[in-house]
């Protein structure tokens, strides 16, 4: 069958469709999780421990331009996922041994390989998924699990499973989750660890932005006590001052705008990975047991205060950087006003200067038109006299006094004319 040509992101954008799938998992299940924070660098030398380890054990190795895998290692399964800025190694293992966190199933995973991945942990959790005990755990024997901490959780996909989990770190360095099941298919198992350990590196990655966002504060303070000083100053500020405010004005805009660029992108950031949480504790579709706080609760009641730290300085820079703009606008408004008046000044002073070179420009013409005027005059009286010394009948001084007024005019007509030809060549 012929067919147009594919789209050059089709194949690309369909296996997105199906990236991280769950893991279909028959109870009872042990896992063990890891997110480890990457930088892009990282990837060859991540991708190359994958193939390490497929080697090792003798199983073929993924593509290098995958971004997730799963492969069965015999006395282990891994799933390795990729992520914008993380990836997430998952162990599985079928089956249980005494106590659910007694041996973990990391235990198993060669140590020398472990040591050797790329990036630093952000998240690492020890699952445990059990049939239900045919009587309902007390909380002592429930927190026993979880080193005597307190624990949150509840009934999770509208009774189809218990879940109880404290959130803590470990001696051993994981958080732990226990999934007591009571009618799990073995998707509906697997969806189920997905969420909640999604929901955990979710909610890390939205924490990281927390820190970064608590360091900026003093600086916003800072910045708007300094804003505060300036503007009482344009108060009664001379116009001789006035650039120099304004270049200060300038500086503590550069200081806003900086705090701006080096933080937007992680608050951005940490908007995502909130609306991620939320998503995934919606689809937990948890409902509350007597005596225990939700995980949602739980969750919600810590991160809510973090996200609302990160977005009061998203809004106190917004605030800042209006107010020094609309500063910064009104101080150049009269800054320019300054320039204004004393390029009117100037000009006024010009007009003055150029009427004077135009009255001087007059005299000096009426003057040469004079010094013209005398001395065409003498040559015509010597030109009379010579004539009449050679007998010709000839009055000298009517000769002169009829050449005077024909020679004023004629002079005063030339140097009109000059000085029209000088202004249209400078024209």
Request: proline share 6%.
């Amino acid at each position: 069958m012929t067919k147009p040509s594919n789209h050059p992101l089709r194949f690309a954008l369909n296996y997105e469709l199906h990236a991280r799938p769950p893991e279909a998992l028959s109870i009872p299940e042990q896992a063990s999780y890891l997110a480890l924070a990457t930088d892009p660098a990282d990837r060859q030398a991540e991708y190359d421990s994958i193939v390490e380890l497929c080697t090792r054990y003798g199983v073929p190795a993924p593509a290098p331009e995958v971004n997730h895998f799963k492969v069965d290692l015999g006395t282990f399964r891994l799933k390795w996922e990729r992520r914008a800025e993380c990836s997430s190694y998952t162990f599985f293992r079928q089956g249980e041994s005494g106590e659910p966190f007694a041996q973990p199933v990391i235990a198993s995973v060669p140590r020398a390989w472990l040591d050797q991945l790329p990036g630093q942990v952000l998240v690492a959790a020890h699952v445990a998924l059990r049939k239900a005990p045919a009587a309902t755990p007390d909380s002592d024997e429930l927190a026993s699990l979880f080193e005597g901490n307190l624990l949150v959780g509840g009934r999770v996909g509208d009774g189809v499973a218990n879940v109880r989990a404290d959130f803590r770190i470990h001696a051993d360095g994981f958080s732990r989750f226990l999934i007591d099941d009571i009618s799990l298919t073995p998707r509906q198992a697997g969806r189920m660890v997905q969420r909640l350990l999604e929901v955990e590196t979710y909610l890390m990655r939205a924490l990281l932005t927390l820190p970064v966002a608590r360091a900026t504060l003093p600086v916003l303070a800072d910045a708007d006590r300094q804003l505060s000083a300036l503007l009482n100053e344009m108060v009664d500020v001379s116009s001789e001052d006035e650039p120099a405010l304004l270049d200060r004005l300038t500086r503590l805009a550069a200081v806003v705008e900086g705090t701006i660029s080096s933080t937007l992108g992680k608050i951005c950031a940490a908007r995502a990975y909130q609306d991620l949480v939320e998503r995934r504790l919606a689809e937990l579709r948890e409902v509350r047991v007597e005596g225990v706080q939700p995980i949602g609760e739980f969750v919600k009641r810590r991160l809510l205060p973090a996200m609302s730290t990160c977005e009061t300085v998203a809004r106190l820079q917004d605030s800042l950087s209006e107010r020094i703009s609309r500063a910064s606008e009104m101080l150049r408004t009269r800054v320019d006003i300054a320039l204004q008046r004393q390029n009117q000044s100037l000009l006024s002073t010009a007009a003055r200067r150029a009427k004077l070179q135009l009255r001087l420009q007059e005299t000096v013409e009426g003057l040469s038109v004079a010094a013209v005027s005398y001395y065409v005059v003498g040559l015509v009286g010597y030109a009379a006299k010579a004539i009449k010394a050679a007998g010709a009948p000839v009055n000298p001084e009517i000769v002169t006094g009829i050449a005077i007024p024909i020679v004023v005019i004629v002079a005063a007509l030339g140097v009109r004319h000059i000085r029209q030809l000088v202004q249209r060549a400078v024209t």
